[in-house]
């Protein structure tokens, strides 16, 4: 990768749940079209990380700025920022009163103000690129999970983000499903998005990560490129992680 | 695949049958003699009451209060314009009572201190009251106080008193929506109030719409109660009926049954209304 400038940038970021120490001084940058997988067992922290970048949550000190806004309670670019930010969730969160076309449509209509017909267009677009063009007119309920999780990717893209977030996007689903939900995303990956993913499919990281990072206790314990963590990494922890998800 | 048989025989022992006596009780003949019987006793009961009160019935009395042909044509009866200004009352009531209690709800929801504060001492008052000396407040102490006439204290009293109840709707309808659909509209950059808009409410309405028929049910019911200040509504038509005529049965039970029609009317709409929201999710 060339050194690109940084997009998100946390400062020495600490993060509480009342007396619980969410995150404990955090400090990493992701790069402008970087790839990177967090991985952790679960109560580690990814999750509270991801969900900072978009203010989703709010940290409590330290300095997080992402595409140059400064984060924080009360921001006033925080809407913007939101906009250049999309989110993919491990429950897909559709809305299930719209179509999937119209899922689509009304983040670009209501708030990026396109008209219907570009709104509509956009929206075809990226539901051809996620494979289900057919689906437009049908409710989220009709859909099966991996289609459902292949809409809210759609739905991110069509925001025209600049960076997009996935909060376990492949957890909730069965087995069979989770490939074509992998595939859309190596495909994203592909185009250069900036993508910062929690996950435990370590396959997928393997192929797309530029940086892999492991959380444990609200900590980063280890930050390498892929052929460094998955062969050697330099703390215990992380290697015993790694023996129990990749053992079978 | 071999063909399916036209008739299936199952191949299985048939399972052991309930004892008759269950089954003779299960059985929807019984039910209805069981009604029937229940029903007619009642009946029969009342009109011996009434025959041993030497009550004099006079249904035939009855038609004229809801219309008349005469030779001067077709003309409404008192009944008729009281159901329309009962229905008038109600539904005016019921617009106001829908409005304040969204904005209660939202205040609540708000999770601003004061406003939410504002909503609970508003709810609490209102809640405590009961709904006779509420009427008598807005009528005898605000009426003078704001210069209202009788019928603009009804409605105002009847939309203040449903507003409370219709907010705590609103707020149970908003909270029952996924805590998810708040997020995922938030991360497409919307604000609160778009949210509220186009994601949260509409999802809302149909854990709204049962107990808001009830709600609707409710206040034409208790619109009865403005009857006290001599809003010229169904049950103050029929009082004043009865003091001309003294026919109390026949009236009590013809303005009751007014009030029922109206209300499975309302009811069985709002259903069929209910089932499709139910079909578009």
Known sequence: MTAAAPIIAFENVDKFYGDFHALKDISIQVREGERMVICGPSGSGKSTLIRCINGLEFHNSGTLTVDGIEVYDGARDILRLRQEVGMVFQQFNLFPHLTVLENLMIGPMKVRKLSKAEAEETARKYLGRVHIPEQADKYPSALSGGQQQRVAIARSLCMNSKILLFDEPTSALDPEMINEVLDVMVELADTGMTMVVVTHEMGFARKVADTMVFMDAGEIVEVAPPETFFTNPSSERCKAFLEQILDH | ?281
Request: overall charge neutral; proline content about 4%; some cysteine.
């Open chain 2, 1 to 281: 695949m071999t063909a399916a048989p036209d008739i299936f025989a199952p191949r299985g022992k048939p399972l052991p049958q309930p004892a008759r006596v269950t089954q003779v009780i299960d059985s929807v003949t019984f039910s209805v003699a069981l009604y029937a019987v229940i029903i007619g006793v009642i009946l029969y009961v009342s009109y011996t009451g009434a025959q041993a009160m030497g009550y004099n019935w006079q249904w035939y009395r009855i038609p004229q209060y809801f219309y008349t042909v005469t030779e001067d044509g077709f003309q409404w009866g008192e009944i008729a314009f009281g159901l329309v200004k009962t229905l008038q009352l109600s539904a005016t009531a019921f617009a106001l009572a829908t409005l304040l209690g969204l904005l209660v709800a939202l205040m609540r929801l708000s999770g601003l201190l004061i406003v939410g504060a504002v909503s609970v001492g508003f709810l609490e008052l209102i809640r405590n009251i009961p709904l006779l000396v509420l009427l008598y407040l807005f009528y005898y102490v605000l009426g003078p106080v704001f210069g209202f006439d009788r019928y603009t204290a009804s409605v105002l009293c009847l939309a203040v008193f449903h507003s409370v109840l219709i907010s705590e709707i609103f707020r149970a309808g908003i909270e029952a929506v996924a805590k998810g659909q708040w997020e995922a509209a938030t991360s497409i950059g919307m604000t609160r109030g778009q949210a509220y808009r186009y994601i949260i409410l509409p999802q809302s309405i149909r854990f709204m719409l049962p107990p808001m028929t009830g709600e609707v049910v409710h206040m034409v019911k208790s619109s009865a109660i403005v009857s006290v200040i001599a809003v010229a509504e169904l049950t103050t038509i029929g009082r004043n009926i009865i003091s001309d005529t003294y026919m109390s049965f026949e009236i009590w039970f013809t303005i009751a049954a007014v009030y029922m029609v109206v209300t499975l009317i309302l009811s069985v709409g709002v259903s069929m209304v209910e089932k499709r929201y139910a079909v578009s999710q």
